[in-house]
């Protein structure tokens, strides 16, 4: 069956500009995370959503991060106001067992010029 | 502060030349235990999970081991598909659902 699915693959933006990326979990996966790897430095938790719950946003490194998920399924990473900083792999995760056995997407490489 | 620290950063090996890699860490209460494999260009994919020292998991040639301040992931006569990064991530007491990832060992595996 289809896995994980991120798009784009690849974003390249001007700082300053918005940017939206978007994760497409695997059907009937409840639990959904967002990480970001950075070059040199291990996985960054970013924020979770599990079913109808209010999500997790405790990773999330400023207000300029948000992230909705619609109908339980599809989710949105908004970044506003790209920083140099910003710039990172993106990885979407979906799981049906919560944390235990995450199934991670190809990510969006973000690259903020 | 919860931390996961992985040595080697990156190991080169011969084909059949088996060897292990290390995931030590220090947090607050563990709950879990978790080895990935990364290829280049694709996210991580799920190895094994481990929940209290002693504890063994293998698949293939692939096994990880638990103690209390530290996990092994050992690889016995590896192949070359076999080169990868290999990640490893903790859950903690009070983190809630996320994991605690350490930054990786590089492997790779030559003829």
């Known amino acids: 069956g289809a896995g994980v699915s991120q798009s784009p693959s690849n974003k390249v933006t001007e700082k300053g500009k918005d940017v939206e990326l978007r994760c497409d979990p695997i059907?009937?996966?409840?639990?959904l995370y967002w990480y970001r790897q950075s070059l040199g430095q291990g996985l960054e938790f970013l924020i979770y959503f599990q079913g109808n719950s209010a999500p997790d946003k405790s990773g999330l490194p400023s207000d300029r991060f948000s992230a909705e998920r619609t109908g339980g399924s599809v989710s949105t990473l908004t970044i506003q106001r790209t920083q140099q900083e910003d710039s990172a792999v993106y990885l979407c995760?979906?799981?049906?067992?919560?944390?235990?056995?995450?199934?991670f997407g190809s990510g969006t490489q973000l690259s903020v010029l | 502060e919860d931390q996961v620290t992985q040595s080697p950063e990156a190991l080169r090996l011969q084909e059949g030349e088996s060897s292990s890699l290390n995931c030590s860490y220090t947090v607050s209460g563990l709950r879990g235990l978790f080895w990935y494999r990364q290829d280049p260009g694709k996210g991580p994919e799920f190895l094994f999970t481990?929940?209290?020292a002693g504890e063994e998991k293998e698949k293939e040639r692939l096994k990880a081991t638990l103690t209390k301040k530290e996990s092994f992931l050992h690889i016995t006569a590896p192949k070359p598909e076999d080169s990868a990064t290999y990640l490893c991530a903790v859950r903690v007491t009070g983190g809630g659902n996320k994991l605690t990832f350490g930054t990786g060992t590089q492997l790779k595996v030559e003829l």
């Open positions: 481990l929940y209290s």
């Open positions: 995760a979906s799981s049906s067992q919560g944390v235990e056995k995450l199934f």
């Open positions: 059907s009937g996966h409840t639990a």
